[in-house]
């Protein structure tokens, strides 16, 4: 029994009685077992619970009950969102003493119901206020970063140890590290799944969704988790559509916008190379490409930083003189900047974002979908703070890795990264196709299609060596 399978093959083996949810969850548990001692990509993992509730699906699969796409699926949840019973830390030592949750969030609540096994909680930067996730390695390479915040769930999946995981998306934080470690990620429109039960960063700006290894497995996992919850009040009330429905419907007739700013700027050339291939083969399989500009592309970043800063430090302002001392110097930093931050500032952030908002809705009331690099590189080495992109071009990691991926919070539009290629050193390279409001579907058709006419979803990482001694579980 193998870990590395995808959603929809294991869920129609479960439901044909040719795979036992008991034993794909043993193979998951085993993977854990077998590699995360080197990549170090959970937290924590419950594997009584885990085999407690598989046998449970088990039973009522046995029984003619079903509960979804992810009945039976072994799942992994970021250390953001509360899971019952067990505590959530977001990655900080201010919160090692935290009493458990006594409810589940939202759409762990959601997964649950879904009949989903909940293998344990995977590492995040701390509050999710990062790019890299320095706890734990990128698969690809031990040495390297796996993006952030949601790291822990990218690696994890990229190694095979669950077949879907929880991730939020602050700035890009869903879809940085789904890039750096090859695994597919969505960001779904603003107010789809709801944010309640989950750690804040910024709260205008979070999104919360699936990570999973390919395009079908995340549109079944967003169909468990969308829905209105009165509990977030940024929760919308609009109708799910299948997402699963048009998967197959292709991208001929579709029109693609291609940014000629901003997006097509001090991108790597591994990543410049990809890019343009990917185009290609959206035009040769039937899509028309069409040029845009975008003229606030230059204040997409200080709109953002504005506003994610200061509701970051409103959020914590009160546990930072008590514990402060116990924020990783990095996060403290940021929050005490914020702190400083002018009113007016965050004022001017908002409304650029109206304006920001309203230039993409021009956008996209002419093509169906933008399709751009999802980072302007791959993953960087786990001690370094800058990236050399191009020989002439160097750049912080934090402003390289959120720079092509914010501007899709600041919209609240939905965003979904893919897998497209590899550069020289063999990192894996991510596309982004961003939607129209609430328009998930074609989002996830488009990329069912590229996902279709490549393979670079079908790589790899090499299962790391790890040391007997270093084995956790």
């Not at 959970?42 to 992810?70: F, H, K, M, N, S």
């Not at 800063?309 to 001392?325: D, I, K």
């Not at 302007?376 to 991926?405: F, G, K, N, Q, W």
Request: charged fraction near 20%; proline fraction near 6%.
């Amino acid at each position: 029994m193998n870990s590395d399978l995808d959603i929809l093959t294991a869920r129609t083996a479960i439901r044909r009685g040719e795979l036992s949810p008991v034993e794909l969850t043993r193979a998951c548990l085993a993977r854990v077992d077998e590699v995360d001692g080197a990549v170090n990509a959970y937290v924590e993992v419950y594997a009584e619970d885990a085999l407690t509730a598989a046998q449970q699906a088990e039973d009522e699969i046995g029984r003619g009950i079903d509960r979804g796409p992810l009945h039976g699926i072994p799942i992994a949840v970021k250390d953001l969102f509360d899971v019952a019973g067990r505590v959530t830390r977001a990655g900080s030592r201010s919160l090692a003493d935290a009493p458990p949750a006594a409810v589940d969030a939202h759409s762990v609540r959601l997964l649950r119901d879904g009949g989903a096994v909940i293998l344990g909680k995977t590492h995040t930067h701390e509050f999710a206020f990062g790019s890299t996730t320095p706890q734990t390695g990128n698969p690809w390479d031990l040495d390297r970063v796996p993006g952030g915040s949601s790291g822990g769930s990218a690696a994890a999946l990229a190694l095979d140890t669950c077949l879907m995981a929880l991730g939020t998306d602050t700035a890009g934080s869903i879809r940085m590290p789904a890039a750096l470690c090859g695994v597919v990620g969505i960001k779904p429109t603003y107010g789809r799944v709801s944010k309640s039960g989950i750690a804040p960063l910024s709260w205008s700006l979070d999104h919360a969704g699936p990570l999973t290894r390919y395009v079908a497995d995340a549109a079944a996992a967003l169909q468990v988790m969308a829905g209105h919850d009165p509990a977030d009040v940024g929760s919308h009330d609009v109708p799910v559509p299948d997402y699963l429905a048009r998967l197959d419907d292709g991208v001929d007739g579709l029109t693609i916008a291609v940014p000629v700013n901003h997006y097509a700027e001090n991108l790597s050339p591994g990543m410049q190379d990809a890019y343009e291939q990917s185009l290609a083969v959206l035009e040769q399989l039937g899509a028309t490409v069409v040029r845009v500009e975008l003229p606030l592309a230059p204040a997409y970043m200080g709109a953002t930083f504005a506003i994610m800063m200061a509701e970051a430090s409103a959020y914590h302002r009160h546990r930072l003189g008590p514990l402060g001392n116990l924020y990783t110097e990095d996060v403290r930093t940021l929050l005490e900047a914020g702190l400083s931050l002018p009113a007016v500032d965050y004022i001017d952030g908002q409304r650029t974002r109206g304006l920001v908002q309203a230039e993409w809705q021009q956008i996209l009331s002419t093509a169906d979908v933008v399709v751009v690099p999802t980072l302007p590189t791959s993953a960087a080495l786990r001690d370094a703070s800058v990236l050399d992109i191009t020989d002439s071009y160097s750049e912080s990691i934090m402003s390289s890795y959120v720079r092509l991926s914010c501007p899709a919070n600041l919209t609240g539009l939905p965003a979904l990264s893919v897998p497209c290629g590899v550069d020289a050193q063999g990192l894996p390279l991510g596309l982004q196709i961003i939607g129209r409001a609430f328009d998930e579907a074609t989002v996830l058709q488009v990329g069912a299609a590229y996902e279709r006419a490549t393979t670079w979803h079908r790589l790899r990482p090499p299962t790391p060596e790890v040391d007997a001694g270093s084995r956790q579980r």
